[in-house]
């Protein structure tokens, strides 16, 4: 802070009493002349003195007054005042100073208050108004000041009433205009806002690169669960599939196989077996060292009758087998049976031997 010079105190003190001065002599100057007959206007009030005290408050209308012994004292205007409350410097609780400025808004309630409870109403208003600025200022941080004005103006509305309450005024409400700090202090603050809000654009950028990674990581989740239920149903389709390829195969063959045995036990089965198996013979003998390079042949490849013969002497052999087999069953079978009906008749011939010694 700079040092304020003589001068400046001298103008800024002569200032304060040439203002004070000049609202004097306005309220002076407008006091009216006693005609006997008077008007007053509306929502103003008239404070008569006879003989040098206290009379009356004369009303808006029409009013009577005895002329040398009467005399109009005050005039009171009942309306909204508004004053504009000087620059003035304040510390706030951090040891900021600050140039503050704010406007009045007040309203007198009592006449006669106003105008013997004190000198001058609106002088009186005006320093109890930056009076009460710099206390509640010093109960603020610089910070607090600039977020919480409106309860600033309120605590000082509140404590100019409970003041201005003997004046007969009624202080409506009070509005800061301008506060103004020093030059370093705005350059600190500009400098923390700036930080500020690079702090919120790193959490913000911070925040948005963590969300894309989870999104990443959820679709790549997805991507595998959807790409293990679709190899899933594969393989079971692939199963059923398979499944439904070697029944569909196994029911044919036992087809095939049914109509071959009712076809070999029909008359000349015999001849048609041979024909298909001398067919087959010549297939495979034609597609001889086509898959691989190495051929095991008989002895006699030519003769093909001889194969057939050796080929339907195995059917025979086999045939014969199953023929010999199935009547060894069959007599088993029969041999179960007959052996529970020949137990009673031994039961019974034991029975009679004691009978016949």
């Known amino acids: 802070m700079g040092e304020v010079s003589l001068e400046e105190v001298s103008f800024q003190t002569l200032f304060k009493y040439g203002q004070r001065f000049s609202t004097q002599q306005r309220w002076a100057s407008s006091l009216p002349m006693n005609t006997v007959v008077l008007f007053v ?24 007054l005895i002329p040398v012994l009467d005399r109009i004292r005050y005039v009171q205007s009942l309306k909204e ?16 100073t600050l140039q503050i400025d704010g406007v009045l808004y007040l309203r007198i309630l009592d006449p006669f208050k106003a105008s013997y409870g004190v000198e001058d109403p609106e002088y009186a208003v005006t320093q109890l108004a930056q009076t009460t600025m710099r206390s509640e200022l010093g109960k603020l941080t610089l910070d607090k000041v600039f977020r919480e004005r409106e309860s600033l103006n309120s605590n000082i509305v509140h404590s100019i009433n409970q003041a201005a309450d003997e004046w007969g005024i009624r202080c409506l409400r009070y509005e800061i205009k301008d506060i103004h700090v020093p030059p370093r202090v705005k350059e600190s603050m500009q400098m923390q806002v700036e930080a500020e809000r690079r702090k919120r654009a790193t959490v913000l950028e911070s925040e948005g690169t963590r969300e894309a990674a989870i999104n990443v990581a959820e679709g790549r989740k997805q991507a595998q669960i959807l790409a293990s239920e679709g190899e899933k149903a594969e393989q079971i389709n692939k199963a059923a599939g398979e499944a439904s390829a070697v029944l569909a195969k196994a029911e044919a063959k036992a087809k095939a196989i049914r109509l071959l045995s009712e076809a070999l036990t029909q008359q000349n089965g015999n001849a048609a077996a041979s024909y298909s198996v001398a067919e087959q013979y010549v297939s495979a003998f034609s597609n001889l060292a086509k898959e691989s390079n190495t051929i095991l042949l008989p002895s006699n490849t030519g003769d093909i009758s001889s194969m ?31 052996k529970p009906e020949e137990n009673p008749s031994s039961e019974n011939l034991s029975l009679h031997l004691p009978s016949a010694q």
């Open 41 to 64: 206007p509306q929502q103003e009030a008239w404070v008569v003195e006879r003989m040098g005290r206290f009379h009356r408050i004369l009303e808006p209308g029409l009013n009577f």
């Open 308 to 338: 057939v013969t050796q080929a339907m002497s195995i059917y025979n052999n086999l045939a014969k087998q199953n023929v010999q087999d199935a009547s060894s069953a069959q007599t088993l079978s029969e041999a179960q049976k007959v």
């Open 81 to 96: 005042i508004v004053i504009d409350v000087p620059e003035q410097s304040a510390v706030s609780l951090d040891n900021v």
